[in-house]
């Protein structure tokens, strides 16, 4: 992960946002290549979800033909959206600061171990960033009790590591940078939501919050969707933008940030094929991420099982790919794929429905009114053939960009041995993108800076610019100009040569196999076409 976070710098794939001022936590940047590489990857989501999607043939797997559409909406919406949705009642996070160390913690990410010595037992912990759990809280614990390494078997261990949640007494209790016991508060909310200010009078009336999901714009728009395009259930909407969650713990490079891209979609079908529809959506998802390379043994399908299930939904399944950054069979989530039932619509229509109700009722307050009022609007749906009038069911499909970028990252690293100009073996670096998401399509070099090569070569790459992100490059030996393309994950590299301006003929080498092969250079745009897909 290391080797990979070095190259994303040094090539410009990912920055620290702010660098230059220190950075900001949770917050990256995008460099040059970077930029095109996660454009790329959403460009194929929606090419392959939306716009090319057949509205009018039957897809494999699918129940039926369906269409889809899109959808771009704000990132500030209406405050009642995100009470109905049930983010401004649920969507928080327990967290205990120290009142030592003035740190910060998620309640669930401190782990410890229970352990005595000098008759006296301790709590003794370690923050969620710590690498080595268990040598940190040995080395914590000998601080505390004043005992050098050597005497580390004098240390009574009560248990194995567990959750700072499975500790009701806090003042036995030594934080993750503390020297003193008992200086951490006992857990509190804290709402994952940015909250700003509308307006210059700036009062708690006029209080809204950046959107943590995509997913609402679409469920608040259903109606103005199907007003004005004509589509009929089954049918997805389909949005890619920001979204924003004051995680309290950002880690593991862009895979939790503070501000990331979500690429969602609200599929609405009827409640009686809505069990058929996930599994399609579960499958052809999870497919979606094998297409675009990554690796089948790192790539897992997790359903959740039946009893972590909301009672309206008959299935939820994550797709989970073993960074690198994680232990030795641990997977991290790229996308959730949930059945959810009518709950959304259900809630913007009625008011904020309690899920933990069946059949789902409107949450009441202390008077007995709703405790947050929906829009009021019919949000139910007519079958113009069958007549038949219902409130669609919905299936999510909600994948991050940000994610799914990095993912794409791990995977593409890689080291080999190769020849350099001298024939010496060298460790090449490769970054084995596909095509289709590669920042840079072809790089196209004169092999010399004379003899009218540089000319051709520029025509070739003006030729090409008008369908690619493609790259001229005639500084250095041409050894060194491959390994850089190859750095930056460009999967084929053109060379004209002294024949070139003989035959009219240039060679492609492909990044991966190396192999070299001798092309028309009136050829070269079908060629590529054929090679990129
Ligand atoms: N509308 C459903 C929803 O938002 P989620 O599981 O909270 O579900 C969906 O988020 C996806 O968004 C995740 O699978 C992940 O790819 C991405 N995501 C969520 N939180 C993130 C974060 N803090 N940083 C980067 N990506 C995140």
Not at 100 to 115: A, L, P, T
Not at 336 to 343: L, M, N, T, V
Not at 431 to 450: C, G, S, T, Y
């Amino acid at each position: 992960m290391e080797k990979l976070v070095s190259l994303c710098k040094r090539r410009g794939f990912m920055f620290q946002s702010s660098e230059i001022y220190g950075g900001i936590n949770g917050f990256w940047d995008y460099g040059p290549l970077g930029v095109e590489l996660k454009r790329n990857i959403k460009d194929a989501w929606w090419k392959d979800m939306v716009t090319g999607h057949d509205d009018i043939g039957q897809l494999p797997g699918a129940p039926s033909p369906y269409e889809m559409t899109g959808l771009d909406c704000t990132i500030i919406m209406h405050p009642q959206v995100w009470k109905c949705s049930g983010h401004y009642d649920l969507f928080h996070d327990y967290m205990v600061d120290c009142r030592e160390s003035k740190k910060r913690y998620r309640h669930d990410q401190i782990q410890g171990r229970w352990v005595e010595a000098k008759g006296k037992k301790i709590f003794a912990t370690a923050g969620s960033d710590s690498e080595s759990p268990e040598a940190d809280i040995e080395r914590q614990a000998l601080k505390f009790f004043g005992m050098r390494s050597k005497n580390a078997d004098e240390l009574k261990w009560d248990g194995a590591l567990v959750s700072l949640t499975t500790v009701e007494d806090f003042d036995q209790v030594l934080g993750p940078d503390a020297k003193t016991l008992g200086t951490l508060t006992p857990p509190r909310e804290f709402n994952l939501m940015f909250k700003t200010t509308i307006g210059a009078l700036g009062g708690e009336a006029d209080a809204a919050f950046l959107r943590p999901e995509t997913a609402q714009g679409i469920f608040v728009n259903f109606k103005n969707v199907v007003d004005s395009s004509r589509v009929r259930v089954p049918f997805g909407i389909a949005q890619v933008g920001k979204s924003f969650r004051n995680e309290i713990t950002p880690r593991n490079f862009t895979f939790r940030s503070r501000e990331f891209e979500q690429m969602e979609i609200e599929f609405f079908c009827h409640p009686d094929s809505s069990p058929e529809w996930y599994k399609y959506w579960r499958d052809r998802r999870y497919q979606w991420y094998l297409e675009m390379g990554l690796d089948e043994k790192k790539l897992i399908l997790r359903e959740h099982h039946a009893e972590e299930l909301a009672h309206y939904s008959t299935g939820t399944a994550d797709i989970e790919y073993a960074f690198p950054f994680l232990p030795e069979g641990e997977y991290g989530e790229l996308e959730g794929i949930a059945h959810r039932g009518d709950f959304d619509l259900r809630s913007h229509m009625e008011g904020k429905l309690d899920p933990a109700t069946n059949p789902m009722t409107v949450e009441l307050n202390e008077e007995g009114k709703p405790k947050h009022r929906g829009s009021g609007k019919d949000l139910s749906y007519r079958d113009d053939l069958s007549g038949e009038r219902f409130i669609p069911h919905v299936i999510e499909p909600s994948a991050g960009a940000d994610r799914a970028t990095l993912a794409f990252l791990c995977e593409a690293y890689t080291e080999d041995e190769q020849p350099d100009d001298k024939g010496k073996m060298q460790t090449r670096v490769v970054m084995k993108l596909h095509p289709r998401i590669a920042p840079i399509k072809a790089a196209i070099f004169p092999l010399v800076k004379k003899d009218g090569m540089p000319e051709m070569a520029q025509d070739i790459y003006r030729t090409l610019k008008k369908s690619w992100n493609v790259f001229y490059d005639e500084k250095g030996a041409v050894g060194r100009r491959y390994r850089r393309q190859d750095e930056a994950g460009t999967p084929f590299c053109i060379t004209v040569d002294g024949d070139s301006l003989k035959d009219q003929t240039v060679t492609i080498r492909h990044r991966d196999t190396l192999d070299q092969w001798r092309v028309k250079a009136d050829d070269l745009t079908d060629e590529l076409r054929k090679l990129i897909g």
